[in-house]
């Protein structure tokens, strides 16, 4: 069975092709920059990378151009059985992948209330790639869904509970897809049966997200009503003092649309230490002995730290850490500094492993008490996983 899985941004086009009978990847890729002149197409088709640059003004010309190519390449004639599309907030509705029908593609852009720079992006792949393929199932998995079901006292916010109730104000929680995948490939890691496991899963990338998952069901998780909540990001602020938002407004003269986008885009690491979003540039920044980028990577690993703390309490008791996303996957230097203070818990690190270590592994020590892993994230085969089911 050939499931295209889809991501759509606002300006991007992200696809991966599988074949799941076999569970691999035939190709993937993404189209940049939709509407401007030169819009990037990148892609690998079984191995062989190819880049050109062409005008795409809309999504349709961004698909129908991945379409050429996969016909052209791995497709030669054999159809697409079902797309399954990345959305990123299902709202108050959604705890589980759907069929989609006009209902729920309504749905997705209603949801943009709560995932304005997500849903309606997510919403216009789905039509588009709908159009592209009329005869084909098209599934909408959810980032929100694996969060859905955490207790009220984990997801309520302290506002007045009529308002929680009348505009679905709360927790929703994201990464869903992330979370469930790496907590599933711990277990097999440590030859435990999931249902048995207490996980704290660190999904530390540009966005960044930490979950509780109890025995295989997430508890409680670090992002809120939408991305902005949690751990400090690339570009995003995390958690702050609300009145911090009214402050800004007032001083810096800022309206709704000015204080989104400090928030979401000019905050965070970025914001922090004035050198960039991506980690890599801050640490080798902080090596050189950058102040300001020493104190971003301090707060990202404070940060995390914080949450391993809480849900050890959330979940009153700890197996296993796990460690996943771009900075979670390759950064020895944040594994080893949230994992050094974490020895009250029994957290043991093995250095060589951390260090030298590559993809999939336990990093801890045959002694430690709670397993330390790294799994590199496959949130893309999650959801032609989901498309299948
Ligand atoms: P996204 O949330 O966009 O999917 P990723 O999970 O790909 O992001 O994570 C991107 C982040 O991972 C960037 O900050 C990048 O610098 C960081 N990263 C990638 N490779 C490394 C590395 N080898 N060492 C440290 N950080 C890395």
Known sequence: MLVLVLNAGSSSLKFNLFDMSKEISLAEGMVERIGLAEANLACTVEGDRHKEILPIPTHREALEAILDRLKATVLQGTPIHAVGHRVVHGGPKYGDSVLVTEEVVKDIETFAMYAPLHNPANALGIRTAMAAFPDVPHIAVFDTAFHHDIPDHARMYGIPYELSQKYGIRRYGFHGTSHAFVAARTAILLCRPLRALKIVTCHIGNGTSICAVNYGKSLDTSMGMTPLQGVIMGTRCGTIDPSVVEMLMEYEHLDYNGITDLLNKKSGLLGISGVSSDFREIE??????????????????????????????????????TFTAGIGTHSTFVRAKVCSKLSFLGVKIDPEANEHGTGERIISTADSRVAVTVVPTNEELMIARETVR
Do not use: H
């Not at 690993?301 to 296993?320: C, F, W």
């Open 284 to 321: 080798r920044a902080a090596e050189q002995g950058n102040d300001r980028a020493r104190l971003a990577r301090d707060l990202l690993t404070y940060n995390v730290r914080q949450y391993i703390g809480a849900y050890a309490t959330v979940l009153d008791g700890l197996d296993a850490i």
